[in-house]
């Protein structure tokens, strides 16, 4: 089972830009589909992004379709959200999650702030 570990979030000013990216720990990284995931205070976590497992496909939720782009590189066991035209209500805690099969992998989750 991989572990999971977000870097690269901050705080950025509305329209700008910020790529998130997800080291994974284990040899098995490149059988499992990769998500990222968001929560805001005092709101449920929701989906953002997931890529299948050979990064062949990719689905996004529409409130950050055609903004954000989630991309993997299995050589380096890494996921990356690339964050632009960023809003005030894209703030959130963001999550990696890794899925294969029956197994789940929650990510520590990085702080990102989109204020001027």
């Known amino acids: 089972q991989v572990q999971l570990v977000e870097s690269g979030g901050g705080l950025v000013q509305p329209g700008g830009s910020l790529r998130l990216s997800c080291a994974a720990a284990g040899n098995t990284f490149s059988n499992y589909a990769m998500s990222w995931y968001r929560q805001a205070p005092e709101k449920e976590r929701e989906w953002v992004a997931t890529i299948t497992a050979d990064g062949g496909s990719t689905n996004y939720a529409d409130s950050v379709k055609g903004r954000f782009t989630i991309s993997r590189d299995n050589a380096k066991n890494m996921v990356y959200l690339q964050m632009n035209s960023l809003k005030p209500e894209d703030t959130a805690v963001y999550y990696c999650?890794?899925?294969?099969?029956?197994?789940?992998?929650w990510g520590q989750g990085t702080q990102v702030t989109v204020s001027s």
């Open positions: 999650k890794g899925d294969f099969f029956v197994l789940r992998v």
